[in-house]
């Protein structure tokens, strides 16, 4: 059997296996979050099942779901995780993978609660942007000097941080405004303008372009 017919039949035995224990919406949300999964798996991962581990697991909450999926929901990434756990725990069942190199229980803790930070800060700035038309003016754009680039926190305090410039190596102190000083934490990447004003280097929410957890390191293209 081909590699990717045996990742759709080992997603049809699953649900199979769970059709009478789940009720018929769960059974759907399962074959959506496996199917969204495969999309992954299939173009950036090995496309064997067999060969699942929990990189892949990583880069696909981490990088794929946040920018190549624009379904991506703080209430779906949850429902994921949950898909993925359990998908994990039967191919070990199974003996297709073992779930302790395909699912890194402390691992995923952390990377959910990141990802799930990254989501609600999109979510809050999409909120604010929807009743707020001033937010989207925020900053004297007459009197900033602007630069764009990848940036990584190397640490935080208050409502400053230190970033290092990913093209260049550059540093920099910033200060960050806006609801994204609520949510920045240090290891975080960002695609962003720098800004500077009469008191130094600053971004806000209107000049993050990308917002990734610190697992994204090794996995952005």
Known sequence: ??????????????????????????LKRYGNDLALFKLYFERYGPGDLRMLSWKHIEEFFSWWYLRQYIGCSLSGMKGLFATLKKFCLWLDKKGVVEYYDAWKQDESRILKNNVERVLMWEREVAEKRAVDDVFWLDGDWGHTEVSEGWFKVINTFRDKAALRDLDNNAAYIVRFEGLIARYIKPGDIISAALCRDEKGFYINDNIVWFFYPPTASEYLR
Do not use: A, C, P
């Open 1 to 26: 059997m081909e590699r990717q017919d045996l990742f759709t039949h080992y997603i049809k035995e699953f649900l199979r296996e769970y059709s009478g224990m789940v009720k018929e919406n769960t």
